[in-house]
């Protein structure tokens, strides 16, 4: 099976400050990659698809990139409704495995 | 507006039964390939069965040979039959839908919506 991995674990930042998360595949899964968000008792969110697409309605401050085994989810400028943990998930395989996860807290 | 609506969760024994349904509307559903997801309690999510509009069926490793997907497009309703049950199978359950469109099959797809999950817990 394919694993992942994200870094950072946590993340502590401010509102209208950049964040970047990366996550990382155990072998190439070409732009197979998803990212989700995800708030405390609520179902996980998408809000990217095949590494860079943006999901309809997402705002655009949230953008993904990358491509094989590394790949980032940014955040422009931050904002109160994004504070969650976000997850990737790789569809390269059939195996459909997701990372650990990045929570986003207030600095 | 796609809705998808869990129930069933309870507490059960280890070794008992439990059978979930997730409810569908606001899409055409027997057109679009459905799962189950599973997240234990502050853990990460894990994807757990697969089940195409025509009924093909793809399980995880860790639930094979105890869960059984199903659907019934009449009623568009999607169901999880869960037995032998274990403690580490203690987890909210989500309903989600693949993405990508109508009959788009095979595993090799992210998840597009989800429901709001329904909780199953394993404890004598």
């Known amino acids: 099976d394919i694993q992942m991995t994200q870094s950072p674990s946590t993340l502590s930042a401010s509102v209208g400050g950049r964040v970047t998360i990366t996550c990382r595949a155990s072998?190439?899964?070409?732009?197979?990659l998803a990212w989700y968000q995800q708030k405390p008792g609520k179902a996980p969110k998408l809000l990217i698809y095949?590494?860079?697409s943006l999901e309809s309605g997402v705002p655009s401050r949230f953008s993904g990139s990358g491509s094989g085994t590394e790949f980032t989810l940014t955040i422009s400028s931050l904002q109160p409704d994004d504070f969650a943990t976000y997850y990737c998930?790789?569809?390269?395989?059939?195996?459909?495995?997701f990372g650990p996860g990045t929570k986003v807290d207030f600095k | 507006e796609v809705q998808l609506v869990e129930s069933g969760g309870g507490l059960v024994q280890p070794g008992g039964s439990l059978r979930l349904s997730c409810a569908a509307s606001?899409?055409?559903?027997?057109?679009?390939?459905m799962n189950w997801v599973r997240q234990a309690p502050g853990k990460g999510l894990e994807w757990v069965s697969y089940?195409?509009?025509?009924?093909?069926?793809y399980y995880a490793d860790s639930v094979k040979g105890r869960f059984t997907v199903s659907r019934d497009n009449a009623k568009n309703s999607l169901y999880l039959q869960l037995n032998s049950l274990r403690a580490e199978d203690t987890a909210v359950y989500y309903c989600?839908?693949?993405?990508?469109?109508?009959?788009?099959?095979?595993?090799?797809?992210?998840?597009?919506?989800w429901g709001q999950g329904t909780l199953v817990t394993v404890s004598s």
């Open positions: 989600a839908r693949d993405g990508g469109g109508e009959y788009i099959v095979g595993l090799l797809n992210y998840f597009d919506y």
């Open positions: 606001g899409f055409t559903f027997s057109r679009y390939s």
């Open positions: 089940i195409t509009s025509g009924s093909s069926i």
């Open positions: 072998q190439s899964i070409s732009s197979w």
């Open positions: 095949k590494a860079s």
């Open positions: 998930q790789q569809y390269g395989s059939s195996s459909r495995t």
